[in-house]
């Protein structure tokens, strides 16, 4: 006699769940990826519109090295992640993300009051100085608040990066010595520096 009982259905699958934990690892990781695609993209503009002259095919010889395949030091493009080894667009890329972290992030949580003995300069990116120790504090907030860091990442740089540049920004002869002394009274001037000293030629 055959079985005639209704097949059981398969149980469902508990739906999948990740720990907020996890989000925040994943949402950090996201936030990384889109700050190093962004690098890389500024980068590859840059290589795509300076492209290396190809020799033509007759020219080339079996001896010659083939395109692209020139040392690290004939690479075209920057060298470098700092801002001062930067130029043109890209330098203009730089600035403004720079700036966006500066102004929504930097400012609101340390930009302090401002006064004789802690000056400060709206127009910050016209000063070279500021600019140079603005960019590096901002490379090393990007490296010290990622997860790789460590959970002691964003104390060191508080410790080793933020106290130090702050110190030397908002010094009384610091880059903005001449600059903004009061809200009330603004003012902005980039302090001249020394020129290089000219070689004589002999005669």
């Known amino acids: 006699m055959s079985d005639t009982s209704p097949t059981a259905p398969a149980p469902c699958p508990e739906p999948f769940r990740v720990s907020d934990e996890d989000l925040d690892d994943l949402a950090s990781a996201l936030a ?11 980068i590859l503009d840059r290589l795509g519109s300076e492209p290396d002259p190809v020799p033509p095919a007759d020219q080339q010889t079996d001896d010659a090295p083939a395109a692209g395949a020139a040392g690290p030091e004939k690479a075209d493009g920057p ?41 400060w ?37 508080h410790r080793d990066h933020l106290d130090q540049a702050l110190v030397h ?12 002394t009061s ?17 004589e030629v002999a005669a």
């Open 32 to 42: 990384k990826t889109i700050a190093e695609v962004r690098r890389h993209g500024v």
């Open 79 to 119: 060298t470098s992640v700092f801002i001062l080894a930067l130029g043109g667009e890209v330098y203009a890329v730089e600035l403004t993300a720079l700036s966006a972290w500066v102004n929504h992030l930097l400012l609101p949580v340390y930009g302090r009051e401002i006064s004789t003995t802690r000056p």
């Open 121 to 157: 300069c709206a127009q910050w990116h016209e000063h070279p100085e500021a600019v140079a120790r603005l960019h590096a504090l901002w490379l090393a907030w990007q490296q010290f608040t990622d997860t790789e860091a460590g959970l002691a990442g964003p104390s060191t740089w």
């Open 169 to 180: 920004l908002r010094a009384p002869d610091g880059p903005f010595a001449a600059c903004t």
């Open 183 to 199: 809200p009330t009274r603004p003012n902005h001037r980039v302090l001249t520096t020394p020129a290089p000293e000219q070689s």
